[in-house]
């Protein structure tokens, strides 16, 4: 029932969101195109003032055959996939303990929720000291206890003390999204094959998995997203030594690090397009959304 | 129909669920324990878990030591800011979305999300850059409009699930009577709607004091909010576990009362609505 005045009146509502987000987007986009082509090497004298110098796809060629850049992908991948599976397998896990009946369900809830609310520079420092201290942490007081020698967390094991870590941070989300899930499933059709004697893993794979099939893939491509980025966990844990250089984190230490600008926009780029790779499938879900 | 359960497999349930509860909770709760340890106490072999002599000396000395209250006060005015900054621009765009759709909401919409997916590390230099230009770099200011842009997508998109829940009939009925545009908004949505706008402020605010990727990155001395503040503690100050723990239950306390009220509101807003 809109009328011709309340759409325009509509649109100039919008407008200021619009167009304060294109600028976000559009201004800092195309500046990174633009020095990636360029050598830019601040400290080294070169500034937009000054002129830079265009060098083609170099920097793009030379982002890629640096010796740094597979195993960056490599530690990308590590802690990307390992957390995906980590925080998924035990969110539909306790999701489904969750949705049982208990008593303090609703303080259960909290305590397991609680960790996503602490800043990620809290939770990497205090894991890193009060916990994966080779001396005074908590796991080496455990270890000695046992009679084992205590592991030298971040620089022995660096990789899978920093999926720890990322995943204690990102299990309460996974968790949360799967419990909504989980709790608008049927609970006739489970008792139904319940009856119909069906056993606790055939109900598991054939109607709860199922069931949270779309709740799966959304934790999936949003955790994705945000765990492409992890930047802090990685900052104050181990500053990217010992293995634990993802790709973000190059790109970080390409731009402000070395301020290698034309190097690190190279790499940015490449980092944009894989993430909207992802977006591309999360998008699509939430769109389908939209209709409904 | 419930599923009549047994006393005796619930209190199983209970007891897992305790458990497993409070293992996931212990760093936090080890954390806010050893801010009340003295030094010696915190890195104690086998660790003390409560017979400590109970002392607040930490929390005095942190304060002291880095003036932790600015580091507070930044975080507030960065947070609070970057969410009421967000909410004039966002509650205006997702109103019209919601009551005034036309065929490009959902193209709108889905770009806005877009945006957000775009990976900070990326845009990080040019920034950078344009904070330096501006003289931006380490102002509260300038972060306070890259917080409020990098959560206006979250903003504009949890505000138009709401908006969208406000059966429109209302809306008809009103203009019926003779509502112009303004009492519209003022007597009949604005009412409304608080309760959404409310549990969307909680969540940006949330979102916006845990951020560490620009906080870290465009800030040095006098914008640094308590993400910076606690990074500082990464060496060699982190030592001092009492004094970590000091400094970081003081960093975490407010966002987790604040988020154990947000805890349903977490689900819509990250996830678009895709999940209610």
């Not at chain 1, 973000?248 to 993430?275: C, D, H, P, W």
């Amino acid at each position: 029932m809109a009328t011709q005045q309340s759409r325009s009146a509509a649109r100039i509502m919008m407008a200021p969101a619009v167009f304060l987000l294109l600028g976000w987007m559009l201004i800092p986009l195309c500046m990174t195109l633009f020095f990636s082509f360029k050598k830019y090497l601040p400290l080294r004298g070169d500034s937009m003032a000054n002129g830079l110098e265009w060098v083609g796809f170099a920097n793009y060629v030379r982002f890629v055959s640096s010796s740094s850049f597979w195993p960056s992908i490599q530690t990308t991948l590590i802690i990307v996939g390992g957390v995906l599976v980590i925080t998924i397998v035990l969110g539909i896990a306790l999701a489904i303990l969750l949705d049982q009946p208990m008593w303090g369900q609703g303080v259960v809830r909290i305590l397991v929720i609680a960790p996503f609310f602490v800043m990620p520079t809290v939770s990497a420092l205090v894991w890193k000291n009060m916990f994966m201290d080779p001396v005074n942490g908590i796991l080496a007081h455990l270890w000695k206890f046992f009679g084992a020698e205590p592991i030298q967390w971040l620089s022995q094991a660096s990789l899978p003390s920093l999926v720890m870590i990322v995943s204690w941070q990102w299990l309460p989300f996974a968790t949360l999204i799967l419990l909504t899930a989980i709790q608008s499933l049927d609970s006739e059709q489970l008792e139904a094959a319940e009856m119909d004697g069906a056993p606790v893993h055939k109900r598991f794979f054939f109607i709860v998995l199922p069931h949270l099939a779309r709740a799966i893939t959304i934790v999936t491509l949003i955790q994705t997203i945000f765990l492409l980025a992890i930047f802090a966990e990685i900052f104050v844990t181990t500053g990217g030594a010992f293995g634990t250089k993802t790709l973000s984190y190059l790109i970080f230490q390409r731009v402000l690090e070395s301020q290698n600008v034309g190097l690190g926009s190279a790499g940015g780029v490449y980092a944009i397009i894989l993430a909207n790779i992802v977006a591309i499938f999360l998008m699509r879900i939430v769109g389908k959304n939209l209709d409904a | 129909m419930a599923r009549a359960v047994t006393t005796n497999r619930k209190m199983i349930n209970t007891a897992v669920a305790w458990l497993i509860g409070l293992l996931i909770f212990f760093p936090i709760l080890w954390t806010i324990l050893t801010s009340f340890k003295t030094e010696a106490q915190a890195i104690a072999d086998p660790p003390i878990f409560l017979f400590f002599d109970w002392t607040l000396e930490n929390y005095s000395v942190v304060q002291e030591r880095s003036d932790y209250m600015r580091f507070l006060w930044n975080s507030i005015f960065l947070a609070g800011g970057s969410t009421i900054l967000g909410l004039i621009i966002a509650v205006p765009a997702a109103w019209s979305m919601a009551f005034v759709p036309s065929k490009r909401t959902k193209d709108i919409l889905l770009w806005m999300l877009s945006t957000k997916m775009l990976p900070a590390v990326g845009v990080l230099y040019p920034i950078y850059l344009l904070f330096i230009q501006l003289g931006l770099l380490d102002s509260r200011i300038g972060l306070t409009i890259v917080l409020m842009l990098i959560n206006l997508p979250i903003i504009v998109w949890m505000l138009y699930t709401y908006f969208k829940e406000i059966p429109g009939e209302i809306l008809e009925a009103a203009r019926m009577d003779g509502a112009g545009l303004k009492e519209e908004l003022l007597y009949i949505l604005t009412p409304m709607a608080i309760p959404g706008i409310a549990s969307t402020m909680l969540l940006n605010f949330i979102l916006a004091w845990n951020e560490a990727f620009w906080t870290l990155n465009l800030t040095a001395v006098n914008a640094a909010p308590l993400t910076a503040f606690i990074a500082s503690y990464s060496s060699p100050e982190g030592l001092f576990f009492a004094k970590l723990s000091a400094a970081s239950t003081m960093a975490i306390a407010p966002i987790l009362i604040l988020g154990w009220f947000s805890q349903k509101q977490l689900v819509r807003g990250l996830t678009f609505g895709a999940v209610k």
